[in-house]
């Protein structure tokens, strides 16, 4: 009851410091949301595909060949031991589906019933609705609710137009009719049906051209079933893999991601904590007397505390829902972002709709209960100690101050040294990194009120003799207010700080990444079939193009490339077999002889990516890596390590006559040309798109344009991250105007005095502006060797062991004069509102007196 | 005798939520250049609120105030405010210095606001200061003086800049009887030796001994005392 009257006395401060605090909630809030639905998406696509299979036999891309199959069912040496069943599984897009990536099932429906139980309710399939399947070529079904969605209707007797669906497939069309729905028995099966298109083996194999293949086989195993039995069994070029394994290593993949866009959404939550801490104090300090008197009418000091702490528990609270609101709007926009960056770096998925756990709206909900708790508890304490009915003076407070800001310092100091140590740690857990960054962060924020202090003391006397009154009396005042308005000034701090971080890592990243785009991208013109990820070669191109492209009487050279993706101890990965170039092995190789590595890979030695070395954590090139081939297990030399920005799955580079010789693949990815240097790449670039017309999705592009298109990926990856520091900003802002707003109230006898001696209005809002630019300005200039050390830690720290990427650090000034303009501008548009309060500010009422 | 400082009419009321009070009605008075004038009057007679609407901090409701020739309250907000910053000194009954200035730069204050050089402005501080006899506080901050020194150190600095009117609102209020008794003796030697005209708002008639005149303001009136 007291609470909520003093909370309403000051209803701005109550407003700003609840939308602080709903900011940081709706942030954080946010992007678990788009977390989660990513990663839901994810297990989702994942259990629904892969059903109750324990196992599974793959074989890289090459397929299972299907006489496997046959051979596991019948065989004496294995029939009737498990449950076994074929699917053939390929990412497919449609207009009719909306061009969202589905994934396409091929299955037996004799051996489904106990896979996959949501595709017939567990009972099996009802064999008089789905013989069509079975018996019609390209016939296809989805579940009812997707057909809705798309407004489909399955034929009944004949396919016709009606029910046709255009499924582009490895970068061909092809034509696909529906002919049944599948209802859904519960809400599981609803979901995982979502984006899956289910068809019988037969047309699956014929819709993805892989006659005779089977992507995997999936096997139910009992407990204790020698795995290595079957395993030492299955012919060359086939492995047995654990399912649930092989579904974690494709999502701890993101997981780096996903822990870095966390890492950034608690940073705003941080800054909301100290707006609290402040807001509060200040509430503290100025109810003093009141406490006091209370005290002495015989309250204990726990009820105080405890008074104290409703009133954040309040603002908490309500800050919390606002900011769940918030974040659920937030999370709607950051769930597409993280999408298409999983999609552009990591995998398909496709994400539809924002799912909004329980669990999310509940750790947001608490988080934000739980710093404002957190941040009330010194004020409340303080509030606690006030001695019984003494009113202490202002100058006792201030003197504490000063011992404070000291204090602050060398803990500051300590924690970021801390923090320092804690990186020092040689670990890949991120957790323990962004620990330690914190602790950095908070430990130089920490020091903002020693170099606020100690600037002001050296501005003094030149302000003062520049610009007379003003001059002496903002750098003074700014001192004088410390203890109201260091936190929120550290709180600008750390928010600048990050800014410059966050920018000076990003324009590194870019740079590093454009470097090595012009190292890599050494052809003039690129010819590759488009597929459903922007970023990823993963779709064949047909050989009559490869050959038209190859033919083009202006080229100079051509260089082909194959990628596929291979088994490894560690799951699968990325090869990318390629026509060698000794310029850019020498140019892009981080481990290894330049001299000799192309020769080294025409023997057969391959090239690790970088982020795959550093996943895998091989450093050293004496060893060799294991793949699994179509003859089984070969053991590669490894010739080097080479930098790769394209993806943090890691790749692994091989020549791709020693691919060919082992895999038997002629199927090609892409060609690049260099063109004779009297051509002019844009009219040959004409030509040949002219000339390929005729093969659909094959697009030919000059290396300027695939240049341009990687670097808008790029960009689209830091999007969210712009945007969340954005919020940070912003709530550092609100903080800033708070802490202002309430030094305002604070102060008004003080400048009912000033104006009384005769300063006018226009005077007296200069005199604002001074003290918060100079505020602006100590803010400003401690971000800049903060924000140098974040970039730091965050390029040589963060970066790589999330990513496993080198990055060169770009060192611009431009970064750091912006965040220093941010601060001041920042601080001195905080002051805006209360300068323009000065003029409804009663003289006559500040003059009255306490 | 010209009559230096006169008010008719003057009205003025607060609304305290939607109940309106008056606090002055039709008050009038006149002064002489020179005069020391003391204003008695109950807590909350609106002796404060006179002083405010002479110095041009509040606006009355209706009314003249005359000061000097100039009718202060047909004049603009930030016209009222250099007419104060020129022509009038305060001292208030605390919390008269700004804390983060010195004693000698919060004297200085009125000078370097109607910029006088600064060599002057800096001479004639020291010269006030000396008068009230705390030349050597000239670095020392206000929160390191006693309650009487803090009213000497304001007392310097509502003459310094050789104001015409000089307004008190209960000067010794927050002194003991002797401290009290002691900046009262001061603020009227220095009065008398610039030859000021001073308006002194106080509810000790110990204080009110030393004017030349005593009104009393009460039922929003202002009443000749003595
Ligand atoms: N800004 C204001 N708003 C509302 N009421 C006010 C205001 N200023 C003064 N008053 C009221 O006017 C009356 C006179 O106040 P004041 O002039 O301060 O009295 P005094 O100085 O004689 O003690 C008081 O009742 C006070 O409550
Ligand atoms: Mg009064």
């Known amino acids: 009851m007291l609470s909520l009257r003093t909370l309403l006395r000051h209803p701005i401060q109550f407003a700003l410091m609840t939308l602080g605090i709903a900011l940081g909630v709706a942030v954080m809030v946010g992007i678990d949301l788009a977390n989660a639905s990513a990663e839901r998406a994810f297990d989702l696509s994942a259990s629904a595909v892969t059903g109750r299979a324990t196992h599974a036999i793959v074989a890289g891309s090459g397929g299972v060949d299907e006489t496997l199959y046959v051979r596991l069912r019948t065989d004496p040496q294995w029939r009737g031991q498990f449950e076994s069943a074929p699917t053939v599984r390929a990412f497919v897009a449609s207009p009719q589906l909306g061009e969202i ?74 034509s696909a009719y529906l002919i049944g729905l599948l209802e859904p028995s519960n809400d599981f099966a609803r979901r995982a049906l979502d984006t899956l298109v289910i068809t019988d083996i037969a047309t699956a194999q014929s819709l993805t051209d892989t006659a005779g293949e089977l992507t995997q086989i999936d096997l139910i195993l009992p407990e204790d079933y020698d795995t290595a039995a079957l395993t030492a069994a299955l012919p060359a070029g086939n492995l047995l893999v654990a399912s649930a394994t092989r579904n974690d290593q494709v999502n701890t993949m993101t997981a780096a991601f996903r822990v870095n866009l966390t890492a950034l959404s608690l940073l705003a939550l941080l800054v909301g904590l100290f707006l609290i801490y402040n807001t509060m104090t200040f509430s503290v300090v100025q109810r003093r007397a009141m406490f006091g008197a209370l005290r002495s009418l015989g309250y204990t000091r726990e009820q105080v505390f405890g008074m104290v702490l409703g009133e954040a528990a309040l603002v908490g609270a309500l800050g919390a829902c606002i900011g769940l609101g918030l974040g659920i709007l937030l999370g709607q926009g950051a769930v597409q972002m993280v999408t298409q960056t999983i999609n552009d770096l990591f995998f398909v998925v496709s994400v539809r709709g924002v799912q909004i756990p329980a669990s999310s709206l509940l750790k947001g909900g608490l988080a934000g209960l739980f710093a404002s708790l957190l941040a009330a508890a010194p004020p409340a304490w303080e509030a606690a100690s006030v001695p019984p009915r003494l009113a202490l003076s202002r100058a006792g407070l201030e003197s504490k101050a000063g011992v404070a800001v000291n204090l602050a310092a060398v803990l500051g100091i300590l924690a970021a040294l801390a923090g320092g140590l804690i990186l020092a740690i040689p670990t890949r857990d991120l957790i323990v990194s962004f620990t330690g960054t914190f602790a950095v962060i908070i430990g130089l924020a920490a020091l903002t009120p020693f170099v606020t202090v100690t600037l002001m003391r050296l501005l003094n006397d030149p302000l003062a003799a520049l610009f007379g009154l003003m001059g002496r009396l903002a750098p003074r005042n700014v001192i004088r207010s410390q203890s109201r308005t260091a936190v929120a000034v550290a709180a600008l701090m750390i928010a600048v700080s990050v800014t410059i971080g966050v920018q000076v890592m990003i324009a590194s990243f870019r740079t590093t990444v454009t470097l090595w785009l012009d190292q890599t991208l050494q052809g003039d013109l690129y010819i590759a079939a488009q597929g459903l990820s922007a970023a990823r070669l993963d779709t064949p191109l047909a050989p009559e193009a490869v050959a038209i492209a190859r033919s083009h009487p202006l080229a100079q050279s051509s260089a082909v490339v194959r990628v596929v993706s291979v088994e490894t101890e560690f799951g699968s990965v990325d090869l990318v077999a390629a026509t060698p170039d000794p310029l850019l092995d020498a140019r892009i190789l981080l481990e ?145 105007l708070s802490s202002l707003l309430a030094l305002q109230l604070e102060k008004a006898r003080e400048m009912g005095i000033l104006r009384a001696l005769g300063l006018t209005l226009a005077e007296m809002r200069r005199l604002t502006f001074w003290e918060t630019g100079l505020l602006g300005a100590s803010a400003g200039l401690l971000a800049l060797p903060t924000g140098y050390i974040l970039a730091w830690i965050l390029i040589f720290i963060i970066n790589q062991r999330s990513f496993g990427w080198t990055l060169q650090m770009q060192m611009e000034p431009l970064p750091f004069a912006q965040a220093f303009v941010l601060a001041v501008s920042a601080a001195l548009l905080a002051a805006v509102y209360p300068a323009w309060r000065l003029s409804r500010m009663q003289t006559a009422e500040a003059l009255r007196g306490e | 005798m010209t009559i230096f400082l006169r008010f008719h009419d003057l009205t003025k009321s607060y609304y305290e939520g939607n109940v309106k009070r008056l606090v002055l009605q039709n008050a009038h008075a006149e002064f002489q250049p020179g005069e020391m004038t003391a204003i008695l009057g109950k807590s909350g007679s609106g002796k404060s609120t006179l002083l405010n609407l002479i110095s041009g901090i509040d606006a009355p409701d209706s009314g003249q105030i005359w000061v000097d020739g100039r009718n202060l309250a047909s004049l603009p907000e930030r016209e009222r405010t250099l007419f104060r910053r020129a022509r009038i000194g305060f001292i208030f009954q605390f919390f008269n210095l700004i804390p983060t200035l010195t004693v000698g730069e919060n004297v200085s204050l009125p000078l370097e606001l109607n910029r006088v ?92 001994s030393y004017a030349d005149r005593v009104l009393r303001l009460s039922h929003g009136q202002l009443v000749a005392e003595r």
């Open chain 1, 101 to 174: 990536p589905f994934t396409l099932l091929g299955i037996d429906p004799f051996a489904e019933a106990p896979f996959r139980s949501y595709l017939g309710g567990g009972q099996g399939f009802d064999f008089q609705s789905i013989a069509p399947l079975l018996t019609q070529s390209g016939a296809i079904l989805l579940s009812a609710p997707t057909a809705e969605r798309y407004n489909l209707t399955p034929c009944m007797d004949e396919f016709n137009d009606s029910c046709r669906l255009e499924l582009s497939i490895n970068g061909k069309t092809r």
């Open chain 2, 117 to 208: 050089p600064r060599p002057q402005a800096q001479k004639k501080a020291k010269d006030f200061l000396d008068s009230v006899g705390l030349a050597d506080r000239w670095t020392t901050f206000p929160e390191k003086l006693s309650g009487g020194e803090q009213q000497r150190v304001a007392l310097a600095r509502a003459l310094v800049h050789d104001p015409l009117l000089i307004l008190a609102d209960e000067p010794t209020g927050n002194l003991d009887e002797e401290t009290g008794a002691q900046v009262m003796s001061l603020l009227a030697k220095l009065t008398r030796e610039q030859d000021r005209t001073l308006l002194m708002v106080t509810h000790s008639a110990e204080a009110a």
């Open chain 1, 592 to 736: 290894g002889n330049p001299e000799h590595v192309v020769r080294e890979m025409k023997e057969g030695a391959i090239l690790l990516s970088e982020p795959l070395a550093a996943r895998l954590g091989i450093d050293s090139l004496n060893e060799t890596f294991p793949l699994l081939t179509p003859e089984g297990w070969v053991q590669f030399p490894v010739a080097g390590i080479y930098a790769d920005y394209a993806s943090t799955r890691g790749t692994i580079r091989m020549d791709i006559d020693v691919y060919r010789s082992l895999w038997k693949d002629d199927t090609l990815n892409g060609v690049s040309l260099t063109l004779l240097s009297s051509a002019d790449v844009d009219s040959v670039t004409a030509d040949l798109r002219g000339q390929l017309i005729g093969f659909e999705r094959v697009q030919v592009n000059p290396s300027g344009a695939l240049r341009d298109d990687a670097i808008k990926i790029f960009d689209r990856t830091f999007a969210i991250t712009t945007a969340m520091q954005l919020v940070t900003t912003l709530v550092a802002f609100i903080g800033v």
